[in-house]
Structures are given as structure tokens and as C-alpha cells.
């Protein structure tokens, strides 16, 4: 069985970084808590402040699928972070060994 890994990488509108960094905040310490999810960390930039990187893993695309339809994912990314964002770029991974 093949692990599930993406980085997301999110530029916050000015001004909206603190109501972002609880909304991350948030969202990580619920995310963690999820059956099958094996990592879920976030990142702020030391360069870009409005900067906020996210390295999430689960044990299949299945069990992230689900990740999107839970509660917490829907306060705190769909009602809140993707009301306050410029930008988002999303990578699914693939580890080398």
C-alpha cells in the first residue's frame, strides 16, 4: 500500500496572517486526530510571512478524501483560509525511497 503525501503552499492576503495561523492552528491539531492520518504539519515562512506551507500524509488518497469532508477541514480551510488567500499552490509527492 502506497502512502498518500501532499504540500500545499498558501500566500494569506495581508493582514489576515493571525486569523490564518489559528485557522491552520486548528485544523492540525484536529487533522492529527484522524484515523489514517500519518503527518500533518505546517509551516510558517521566515521570508514571507503571508506565507504558510502545509506537508500532509495519510495512508492512502482515500482516507485524504475523507479529510475533506470533515468538520474541521470545512471551518478552518474551506470557510476560513480560502477566504483569506491570494494564492495556492498544491503538489501531490511521491518519496523517492
Do not use: W
Request: hydrophobic residues 35%; negative net charge; contains cysteine.
Amino acid at each position: 500500500m502506497s502512502t498518500f503525501t501532499i504540500v500545499v503552499a498558501y500566500m494569506i492576503a495581508p493582514g489576515s496572517e493571525e486569523a490564518a495561523q489559528q485557522h491552520f492552528s486548528a485544523c492540525m491539531r484536529a487533522t492529527r486526530e484522524e484515523p489514517g492520518n500519518i503527518r500533518y504539519e505546517v509551516f510558517r515562512s521566515n521570508d514571507q510571512p503571508r506565507k504558510f506551507i502545509l506537508f500532509e500524509q495519510y495512508e492512502d488518497e482515500a482516507t485524504f478524501m475523507r479529510h475533506r469532508e470533515t468538520p474541521h477541514f470545512v471551518t478552518h480551510i474551506k470557510n476560513g483560509i480560502l477566504k483569506m488567500m491570494e494564492s495556492r499552490l498544491a503538489d501531490k509527492c511521491t518519496p523517492l525511497g
